[in-house]
């Protein structure tokens, strides 16, 4: 316990410190741009591999074996396609991916973007509150909701106080330590199964099919490189460690080198959720990393392995947290009313506060790092991933700023609609892949009639 508010008490401190380092536009959004391989690659690390990677896989991997590292796997294929496009991503020099949409088609397509995106985002900041609130509540007494709200207040604070200057800076040493951390619990957690010989013969063969198994077909695969995958090409976090990026070839190096550690990483949590199914078969599926954390290393280095893990948690917390408020003041607020350097900093603060307690409520309601996830990518997927893609072959493709809203608008609501608790209406279950679709036929079709419609017009 001491460990651990010692950590909270050093990340609100680093907060104070960079306050003042972040006192400019370019100090509290993309950290002064100077960004190197080592920092941006860490900190994609620490953004990528928090809630979903450890507590939200590897829970996957208790439930149904080797087939739940698919959710970190697309995310390395996505990845790699983002590598492709990361120095004219870079080349920009902009502060948020609404920003981009804007230049690729107008200010019109660029709010919707930013709506689409303060929506989406609030269920992956909800997701990591989830896997902090399980983890904090192994690590310590309590329950895991008053724990999400600790959490909460903590990350708040430390993003308000020193925005993306001080969360670069601290990601890459959380980033390192985690990633030995866990790589040091496979060591210690195979043996008590008797390695992977024991764990083969202690769980049924389908845990051990790959890349598909009886509980896992091609349309749940197709549903996650989509819905999943594709954040990682268009991600409104990704794009903002991009712009921090000291160039460009430091952005392209750093996404690549980060899309092969993930790739190896999602096998090896995966083995550590299976392992969970063996040693401890009656706990929540959610609970396999903490569980196997806290009971199978000695006793100093699982507490500073989970500390880590609560670490790469607000790392992933703040950066998605960051980006909604920036693109909140940036390209919503500030378009009604002009303010000066000195008040955007105090609205984007203030804007911190506010959606860090949106996401909590979500949190509380929807209690599931999956679902909390699921929620936010299906959402994002479904109206954003087509437009901005084909926005940078705009005139090879042929695509509008009438196609790109309508994708926007109509692949997203679908996408929301599926995904609203509690609410009833045919083929939820697959509006996500529906609205993709959707979001993808709208940016083409309307696109086609409106340039079929401004060549009449012309020959008129």
Known sequence: MSILIGYFLLIIGIGVWSRKRADSRDGFFVAHRNGTTFLITGSLLATIIGGSATVGLAGLGFERGLTGAWWLLVGSLGLLVLGALARRIRGFSLYTLPE?????????????TSILIIIAWTGVVAGQIVAAGRVLSVLASGSAVFWMLIFTAILVVYAALGGQYSVVRTDAIQAVILLVGILVALAFILPLVGGLGGLKASLPPDYFSFPLSSGFGWKALLSLLLLVGATYVVGP?????IFCAREGRTAQRSVLVTSLLVFLFAFVIALIGMSARVLAPDISPEQAFPQMIGEALPSGVGIVVLVALVA??????????????????????????????????LLARFSIVVLGLVAAGLAITLKGVISALLFAYTVFTCGLVAPVVAGFYKERLGVTTHGALAALIGGGGLGLLGKIPGLDIPLKEDLGLVGFAVSVFLLFGVSLLTRK????????
Do not use: H, N, W
Request: glycine share 4%; hydrophobic share 40%.
């Open 237 to 241: 976090d990704m794009y903002t460690r």
């Open 100 to 112: 981009l949409v804007e230049r690729q088609y107008d200010r019109r397509a660029g709010l919707a």
């Open 453 to 460: 419609l401004e060549r009449q017009k012309g020959v008129l």
């Open 312 to 345: 790469a948690l607000m790392s992933s917390a703040d950066t998605c947290l960051l980006s909604q408020s920036v693109i909140l003041t940036e390209d919503i607020l500030k378009r009604f009313r002009p303010i000066d350097e000195r008040r955007t900093l």
